[in-house]
Every structure is written in structure tokens, then in C-alpha cells.
């Protein structure tokens, strides 16, 4: 089970810490990211830590937004940075079997397990 919490309204250029708790598996051992969903589009992927520790994320979100993850207390966070009105949608948390390719982890189908989503708005 995966529990994001973290959410909330905040301005333009402002900041939010995201978290992810695990239960019933062990991060270190998965796949972790982070997707976000705005009304009427598609799941769109944020950011992402493999098993081995190493962080993948898109061009357009570098720098902006980090993942990292405490593996003593089995969570994966994201942090937004400067962030904008385009950035509102509902943030989830996924974990996936790392055996899967990368390419694949880019997409809502590299993943396994997902939680219930935590709610970003951002005003102008």
C-alpha cells in the first residue's frame, strides 16, 4: 500500500515536499515515482528513483523537482520547486517491479502498485 500526503495550495514560486509512505513492500526493492494528473488530461510522469538508487526524470521537470527516498523509513518524497499554475493535478505514487526496462518507467504501465494521489494547487 502507498499513502501520498503532502498536498495543499500554495502560490507561484512557492515550494511543497511530497511523501509517499510504503507498506507492505520495500522501496529499496522496487522502483519508485512520482505521476501527476490534471482534469481532462493524461497521467503524466514527474520523477522517479530506481531500486538501485539512481533518479530518472524529464528534461522539462530537471531542476525543478527533485526525488529522493529514505530507505529506514520505507518513503519516497518529491520536492516542487518554483512552482507554477500548469503544476496543479493530482500527485500519485507508484511503485514498480525493477526488473522493468527504462524506457518503460516513464509511463503509468512500468508500475504496480499505486496510491490514492495528493492534491497540488498552485495560484497565479
Known amino acids: 500500500q502507498l499513502q501520498a500526503c503532502g498536498g495543499g495550495l500554495v502560490q507561484a514560486g512557492g515550494s511543497l515536499r511530497l511523501s509517499c509512505a510504503a507498506s507492505?513492500?520495500?522501496?529499496?526493492?522496487?522502483?519508485m515515482a512520482w505521476f501527476r494528473q490534471a482534469p481532462g488530461k493524461e497521467r503524466e510522469f514527474v520523477g522517479g528513483i530506481r531500486w538501485s538508487g539512481n533518479t530518472y526524470n524529464t528534461e522539462s521537470n530537471r531542476g525543478r523537482f527533485a526525488i529522493s527516498r529514505d530507505n529506514a523509513k520505507n518513503t519516497v518524497d518529491l520536492r516542487l520547486n518554483s512552482l507554477r499554475p500548469e503544476d496543479t493535478a493530482v500527485y500519485y505514487c507508484a511503485a514498480g517491479c525493477r526488473r522493468k526496462i527504462l524506457s518503460t518507467l516513464f509511463t503509468p504501465g512500468g508500475y504496480d502498485y499505486w496510491g490514492q494521489g495528493t492534491q497540488v494547487t498552485v495560484s497565479s
Open positions: 507492505g513492500l520495500t522501496i529499496s526493492t522496487y522502483n
